[in-house]
């Protein structure tokens, strides 16, 4: 752990977000002395259990790093709690916002630090210049998923790409289904009836986890009808961002 600004701290976060690394940004709202550290006081946590920042002494630290991993490994974005941490506390206590854990140095004093969750937003891949590859991208944008709009086939997937739609309408389609399976990406879909889709994915390796027609039944009609009953199913699914 380090000392650093408010300035290189948020240089700092900026860089975590441009290279989607997820981290938990640790903010000090109350102390009570003797504790070393102070309101306003921040660090960020990272998944490998790096603290950049001071948010106090090694027995603060311990405790905001294990409940912080904690916090990483749920992947729920926007998640937050309370961090408590006080010689007031005989036993770890929790509930929803809050987890109260005992002072573990003799020098006592009250913290209560605030965890908030920051994940890249969930990043999906679209290959396509159709209407509805359009429509996709469009949407994705507008509800805050990060989108990767390619027209070459053997364009890369990026490792942790949660969705890839291939709405190209039989233009060079089984590459790009065969990277997202190799890939292991959660969604893959394509943009077929039901029968030319069954052709396609007779060819290709792994073609049963491949959704087509793509989309929940809804009775979508214009590409962005479709575009949103892809991310319904994408939703229904449990479809999260990935690392």
Partial sequence: MFS?????????A??????RE???LATVVRAR???SAKAGDRALVLPDGTIEGFVGGHCAVDTVRAQSLRLLQRRRPGQATLLRITPEADEPREEEGLVAVGQPCLSGGTLEIFLEVVLPPMLVHVYGESPIARAFAAVGQAIGHQVAAVRDPWAAIARDTSAVLVASHGVSEEPV????LAAGVPYVGLIAARERGAAVLAAVAGGDRVHVPAGLDIGAVTPGEVAVSIYAQIIELGVRGTL
């Fill in 177 to 180: 289904l065969l990277a997202a």
């Fill in 14 to 19: 900026d860089a975590l977000r441009s290279v």
């Fill in 4 to 12: 650093s600004g408010p300035g290189d701290l948020q240089a700092r």
């Fill in 22 to 24: 997820p981290y938990v």
């Fill in 33 to 35: 002395r003797p504790a």
